[in-house]
């Protein structure tokens, strides 16, 4: 199935090429992903056990809530239809969800909302963790997809949802397991938008998870990774004797599809070298 939210730097136009490297017997495997966001390769996968996580705590409420409790998300969340092009209560939804004693349902159906309303989809939050997109130029945006949220719900059914430092995989993980890693991309020369979280993700934390790629290659657990096209980031990865392979892509932050910008990304994979 396709994701019930749009994501920053989500991977549904790469899923092709991904899926090239993911082991064909994959539903006979726990399938993992530490940093889900939208969870384009997850849907689209639809595995029927393993964990997903995400240092994003209210997108974490948020899939909770779809896998527990869908039918109230979708009650809750569709109380905003009438408002989606509203300017003004946008702005007063946004400062309620930024409030931090709103119930996990309402949080929930307002991070629905926002993701429907906000500017592209973004998801992007200053130092002090305050959600900030302003509204994007939507006619008549649905806010709720009930037959999506439903079959969300079944495919969560026995999935462990997290919200967790990636480290977490090195105990969840066992041999023969898939991961998929989609971290913030390095990108230090670059101005694009990377706020996703309150902290962010730098190079130490980049070099954590190459590391921890060499842990889980040992423990003969299955992994892919994307990243940007950086000299830094590939050569982080060749020394460790990953294979690199890069992808063709567009940047699609631009709200006009005509203008998005053709990049090139990595993926990087050890699935050829285990037994």
């Given amino acids: ?31 993992h992903e530490p940093f889900l966001g939208g969870g384009a390769l997850f849907f689209e996968v639809e595995p029927i056990k393993g964990t997903i996580n995400d240092i994003n705590n209210r997108l974490m409420n948020f899939y909770k809530i779809v896998k527990e409790r869908p039918e109230e998300l979708i009650k809750e969340a569709s109380k905003y239809q009438k408002y989606s092009t509203n300017t003004e209560i946008y702005y ?47 006619k008549n945006p649905t806010i709720v997809n009930k037959k999506r949220i439903r079959d969300a719900s079944l495919i969560l059914k026995n999935i462990e ?16 397991d898939f991961c998929y890693f989609d971290p913030p991309y390095y990108q ?12 962010g993700f730098n190079y130490d934390d980049h070099k954590r998870l ?4 060499v ?10 990774l994307s990243n940007s096209n950086n000299p830094t980031i590939k050569n982080m990865y060749k020394k460790e004797n990953f294979e690199v392979i890069e992808v063709d892509n567009k940047w699609m932050i631009s709200c006009n599809a005509s203008s998005r910008e053709k990049i090139t990304e990595i993926l990087v994979h050890n699935t050829s070298s285990i037994d």
Avoid at 3 to 30: E, Q, T, V
Avoid at 215 to 224: G, H, Q, S, W, Y
């Fill in 161 to 176: 949802i997290l919200h967790t430092d990636f480290t977490y995989i090195l105990d969840k993980a066992d041999e023969g």
């Fill in 92 to 138: 007063e939804l946004r400062d309620e969800y930024n409030k931090d004693n709103i119930s996990d349902i309402e949080s929930a159906a307002l991070l629905l909302y926002l993701n429907k309303t906000a500017y592209n989809g973004l998801y992007r939050v200053n130092s002090q963790n305050i959600f900030n997109v302003p509204i994007g130029k939507y």
């Fill in 188 to 199: 230090p020369e670059a101005n694009k938008f990377k706020d996703y979280s309150q902290n």
């Fill in 215 to 224: 842990k889980l290659t040992e423990k003969k657990v299955f992994f892919i």
């Fill in 210 to 213: 190459c590391e921890t790629c």
């Fill in 1 to 31: 199935m396709k994701p019930i939210l749009k994501w920053a730097g989500g991977k549904s136009s790469l899923i092709n090429d991904i899926k090239k490297y993911i082991p064909p017997d994959i539903y006979n495997r726990k399938y």
